[in-house]
Every structure is written in structure tokens, then in C-alpha cells.
């Protein structure tokens, strides 16, 4: 490591940029951003919940369909129905993944004009003390983060909590012993998510602070180029930015890892879960306790279930990340502007020092 690279280290340290001990925000600093946009959320609220009431439709008329084929009498409209469910409930997901991918975008803006605003009106000495390449940083990759906590799941979490909920009390109607089993499953996928979902917080913090580190040394290898050639120290500049992409790729593969243990966790518990229900409901379907129609309506209802969990446990994942980058950007917007450090007492005059010489003017 060369010996500018080991200085910029020790400084980072000691402002705290690295290491557990960096910025962190709450959620609740997250909601103004949000709140901006509350009209257009309260719509695409009001499209989840009405798509979930589309797709808990499903599986009652698919039961329905069964039971009138079993019988042998006319489907009638019900297939209709069902295609025409089937056609409602994509066309209200599509709609609603563009307003939440537009309002992700609006999300973006007004945290960078904030930001913007916050840091030009910074005092000098701030801009002496930190480095110009994690500010820009601050402004374009850390600001990128929010759009996901609204891009990935966490509004359309609110209509999957209604299909959850929506879901398991159809399930406990068809059969308690299946959704007792369910439940199992699904509780230990909700422990090891939650157990994880802080390590993602902190992972992402780290990373950030690193792609950071890595923009502020481009640019002061930029604005310094002429020094560097005229100092014959290119390699050795090269050198110092590649150990801090280093850095930022060995932090975001940590972030892949912790999150690699996260995103299966759904997928897993959906296909346990569909083993159990079908070796277990084929059991009491041949001793007589439900019916075909019920077993298949259980199992769309289980897939019904399961999807809301991975919306949420892709929501825990996404706001993790952008919590992890707003406590970078709140601690710019929490520094006190040059006018505001500009304070009225420096300005008052010094009391006389007892014993000093007095000096007089004719």
C-alpha cells in the first residue's frame, strides 16, 4: 500500500467513514421523501389492494370450476371469469410497476436537490476537511439507493399483506392441519431474514462509503494530473485508486453474499412448503378429509401466500440498502450551513482585561 493511500486510511478512521461506527439513519428519516409523493402512493395503494382481491378471487373460482366438472354440468361463465381476472390482475400490476418506477425517479430528484441545496451552502471548512469525491458520490450512487426501497416492494407489500392475510384465513377454512404446517415453514424463513436484514444495513453502508473513497481519489488524481506527471508518480496514483476499486468490489461482494442468503430464503420456504402441502394433502385427500377441489385450492392459495412473503422479504433487503445510504446523505443535510454557522456573538466587542495598559488618543 503506497503511502498516500496508508494517509488516506488513517484520516478516514478518524472521521469514522469506515467501520461500524458511520452514519446511520432511520426509517422515519425516510418518510419525507416518501410523503412528497403521497398522492400517487395512496393510488397505487388502492391498485394493490385491488389486485389482491383479483388474485384471492383465483382460486375460489378454480375450485368452483372443478367441483361443476366433477359433477358433469356447464362451466357456464365462470371461465370467463377467471380469464378475465386473470387478464384485470396483470394489467393492474403493470400500471402500478410504472407509477412506482415513476415515483422511485421523483424520490431520486428531490434527494438530490436537497442535497445539492444543503452542500453548496456548506461552510468552507467542510469542503477543506472532506473529500469532493465522496460528496459527488453522496449526490449520484448513494441518492440511486432510494429508488428501491418504492422499485422493490416495499408499497406492494401493503396489498401482499392483505393477500396474506386474505390467503391464510381461506387455507384455515380449508384445512387447518395443511396451514399449521405452512406456518411452520414459513416462521423459520421470516427468523433468518430478520437475523440477517441488519448485517444488510451495515454491508451496504460500508459499500457505499467505499465507492466513495473511490470517487474522491479519481478526482483528486484528476485535479492533480499535472502535479502526478510532473512528479513521475502516475503508477503510483494508479495504484492508489485500483486499491480503493478494490475495496468498493470486496465490500459489494459482501453485500451479493449477505444478500445471496436472503433472496433464497422465499423460494425455499414456497417449495418445502408445496412438498409438505402435497404429500400430506394427497394423504388426507385419499382417507377422505378434504376434496380434490379443496387440496387445489389450498395449494393456489399456498402460491398466493408465498409471493407476498418474497415482496416483503425483498422490501427488508431494499430499505436495508437505502437506510445504509441515507445515513450518508443525512449526515451532509444535518451539517449546519454558512449562514447558520455564522453566529451573532463573534461579533461583539471584547470586555476590557483588568490590569492592561490603557491606550488613549488625543
Given at each position: 500500500m503506497s503511502t498516500t493511500a496508508q494517509d488516506r486510511r488513517r484520516m478516514m478512521r478518524r472521521r469514522g467513514e469506515i467501520g461500524d461506527a458511520g452514519p446511520r439513519a432511520r426509517f422515519s428519516q425516510l418518510m419525507p421523501y416518501l410523503m412528497e409523493h403521497k398522492k400517487v402512493l395512496a393510488f397505487v395503494t388502492v391498485l394493490s389492494i385491488l389486485g389482491a382481491a383479483a388474485s384471492l378471487a383465483q382460486p375460489l373460482l378454480v375450485s368452483q370450476v372443478i367441483t361443476v366438472v366433477e359433477k358433469g354440468t356447464g362451466l357456464g361463465a365462470l371461465v370467463w371469469i377467471l380469464v378475465g381476472l386473470v387478464v384485470a390482475?396483470?394489467?393492474?400490476?403493470?400500471?402500478?410497476?410504472?407509477?412506482?418506477?415513476?415515483?422511485?425517479?421523483?424520490?431520486?430528484?428531490?434527494?438530490?436537490?436537497?442535497?445539492?441545496?444543503?452542500?453548496?451552502?456548506?461552510?468552507?471548512?467542510?469542503?477543506?476537511?472532506?473529500?469532493?469525491?465522496?460528496?459527488?458520490?453522496?449526490?449520484?450512487?448513494?441518492?440511486?439507493?432510494?429508488?428501491?426501497?418504492?422499485?422493490?416492494?416495499?408499497?406492494?407489500?401493503?396489498?401482499?399483506?392483505?393477500?396474506?392475510?386474505?390467503?391464510?384465513?381461506?387455507?384455515?377454512?380449508?384445512?387447518?392441519?395443511?396451514?399449521?404446517?405452512?406456518?411452520?415453514?414459513?416462521?423459520?424463513?421470516?427468523?433468518?431474514?430478520?437475523?440477517?436484514?441488519?448485517?444488510?444495513?451495515?454491508?451496504?453502508?460500508?459499500?457505499?462509503?467505499?465507492v466513495g473513497d473511490l470517487a474522491a481519489s479519481v478526482e483528486r488524481a484528476i485535479s492533480a494530473i499535472r502535479t502526478v506527471r510532473a512528479a513521475n508518480a502516475t503508477d503510483r496514483e494508479v495504484a492508489a485508486v485500483e486499491e480503493d476499486a478494490v475495496g468498493a468490489w470486496k465490500m459489494g461482494i459482501r453485500v451479493a453474499k449477505i444478500s445471496a442468503l436472503v433472496v433464497p430464503v422465499a423460494g425455499i420456504a414456497m417449495q418445502v412448503s408445496f412438498l409438505v402441502v402435497l404429500g400430506v394433502g394427497g394423504f388426507r385427500v385419499a382417507s377422505g378429509a378434504i376434496t380434490v377441489a379443496s387440496l387445489v385450492a389450498f395449494i393456489l392459495f399456498l402460491f398466493l401466500m408465498i409471493m407476498p412473503l418474497g415482496q416483503a422479504f425483498g422490501a427488508i433487503n431494499s430499505v436495508n440498502q437505502a437506510l445504509g445510504a441515507l445515513g450518508r446523505i443525512q449526515e451532509v443535510l444535518d451539517l449546519p450551513t454558512e449562514e447558520q454557522s455564522d453566529t451573532p456573538d463573534a461579533a461583539v466587542v471584547a470586555a476590557p482585561v483588568a490590569g492592561a495598559p490603557a491606550i488613549e488618543f488625543a
Open positions: 390482475t396483470g394489467l393492474i400490476s403493470g400500471y402500478q410497476h410504472y407509477l412506482l418506477q415513476r415515483t422511485g425517479e421523483g424520490v431520486v430528484l428531490s434527494s438530490r436537490k436537497r442535497l445539492v441545496g444543503r452542500m453548496l451552502h456548506l461552510p468552507i471548512s467542510e469542503f477543506d476537511t472532506r473529500r469532493t469525491g465522496d460528496l459527488v458520490s453522496r449526490v449520484g450512487s448513494d441518492t440511486t439507493l432510494l429508488r428501491a426501497v418504492l422499485t422493490q416492494g416495499l408499497v406492494e407489500a401493503i396489498g401482499g399483506s392483505l393477500t396474506f392475510i386474505g390467503a391464510l384465513v381461506a387455507m384455515l377454512i380449508i384445512d387447518p392441519v395443511l396451514l399449521g404446517l405452512t406456518v411452520l415453514v414459513i416462521a423459520i424463513s421470516v427468523v433468518t431474514v430478520t437475523l440477517l436484514s441488519a448485517r444488510i444495513r451495515v454491508a451496504s453502508q460500508k459499500a457505499q462509503a467505499r
